[in-house]
Nanobody, 125 residues
Framework: QVQLVESGGGLVQAGGSLRLSCAAL????????MGWFRQAPGQEREFVGA????????YYTDFVKDRFTVSRDNAKNTVYLQMNSLKPEDTAVYYC??????????????????WGQGTQVTVSS
């Protein structure tokens, strides 16, 4: 499995931006699709976005399209989530996750093999 460590969360005003980083330890990062999920209190974990391992194909859920961008730097073993135009409803703990190698991203969190510890994002109105 890939070990994942997230950073970059915090408190931001509505309309602001944050960039989350997820550093991976292990040699399997470059062949693993990566996903971002979030979970608000009392809510189920939900898919935010993902990036493929080979083509870098991107996947987003509708409520973050045109606001959030997923990218990866295989040389740095890091995946990013750039979040712009943040809204109070974006407040949640954000998690990065890794698929098993050579499999394209899935939208269901139970399909992911490895998880980071989560980072809190709070958007004030």
């Amino acid at each position: 499995q890939v070990q994942l460590v997230e950073s970059g969360g915090g408190l931001v005003q509505a309309g602001g931006s944050l960039r989350l980083s997820c550093a991976a330890l292990g040699r399997r990062f470059s062949v693993s699709a990566m996903g971002w999920f979030r979970q608000a209190p009392g809510q189920e974990r939900e898919f935010v976005g993902a990036i493929g391992w080979s083509s870098g194909r991107l996947y987003y859920t509708d409520f973050v399209k045109d606001r959030f961008t997923v990218s990866r730097d295989n040389a740095k073993n890091t995946v990013y989530l750039q979040m712009n135009s943040l809204k109070p409803e974006d407040t949640a703990v954000y998690y990065c996750a890794a698929m098993r190698p050579f499999i394209e991203p899935q939208l269901v969190w139970t399909e992911y093999e490895s998880w980071g510890q989560g980072t809190q994002v709070t958007v004030s109105s």
